[in-house]
């Protein structure tokens, strides 16, 4: 049988990449003041929750991620056109680039303010979210899962009624990157107890495996 999808697309990146943002949004939330990398809905709670109150410099700083994750789209537009422009594969540099933004972001992090360390993951979570979107084929999202929670409950109904095998597959592979999701958050919060901010050094890891993933169709083309 062949695949009708990319690697890119494949079940294994999917929850690589949920796991990921998992990881990085426990991590921020931890260590960085309660301010999400990705969840932008999060971050704007928070905001105003603080500037209700009066805490101006604290709703300030929740602004700090979104404004980086604003950006994360300009750099996302510009450099894809570039990469298209020159035909090179956009998901395997986009994968480079994003594995090298996060080795800086790990090597730093110690050494910089929160500032640099928020920044630098909501930079990257901008452009891991617009370059993977597909699982399969199918529409998901590899940050915040609000969509995935409402896309997986129907789907799961809607095969299981009209029994459709291939609705409910559809259903199960977000399930998948949801429960990989959790996998991540649980994970950094027993890690960040130990490592604090070292503890984004466990994600070139899984970055790694990414890269493998992404590349290995490059080799078959």
């Given amino acids: 049988m062949t695949k009708d999808y990319r690697n890119f697309e494949g079940l294994r990146v999917a929850i690589l990449l ?3 943002s998992g990881f990085i949004d426990a991590y921020t939330f931890i260590t960085q003041g309660g301010r999400f990398a990705s969840m932008q809905t999060g971050n704007l709670l928070y905001m105003m929750i603080k500037f209700a109150d009066g805490h101006f410099k604290e709703a300030f700083s929740f602004l700090i991620p979104i404004i980086f994750f604003i950006l994360g789209q300009s750099f996302y537009y510009f450099f894809r056109k570039w990469v298209i422009l ?3 594969r956009w998901h395997k540099l986009s994968t480079y680039a994003l594995f090298v933004l996060l080795l800086i972001i790990a090597i730093f992090s110690p050494l910089l303010p929160s500032i ?11 452009i891991q979210l617009s370059t993977f979107k ?5 529409a998901y999202t590899n ?16 095969g299981n009624v009209e029994k459709n095998e291939q609705i409910k597959k559809q259903a199960l592979y977000i399930i998948a990157a949801i429960i990989a999701f959790m996998i991540g958050v649980l994970l950094a919060t027993i890690m960040c107890h130990y490592l604090i901010e070292n503890s984004l050094y466990f994600l070139l890891l899984p970055m790694f495996a990414l ?3 992404v590349s290995k169709e490059e080799k078959a083309l």
């Fill in 86 to 88: 020159k035909n090179f």
């Fill in 116 to 126: 640099f360390t928020i920044a630098g993951l909501a930079f990257f979570a901008s």
């Fill in 211 to 213: 890269i493998y993933l």
């Fill in 134 to 138: 597909r699982v399969r084929g199918y």
């Fill in 143 to 158: 940050t915040m899962m609000t969509g995935n929670i409402k896309n997986a409950s129907y789907l799961l109904l809607k």
């Fill in 18 to 20: 949920t796991f990921i």
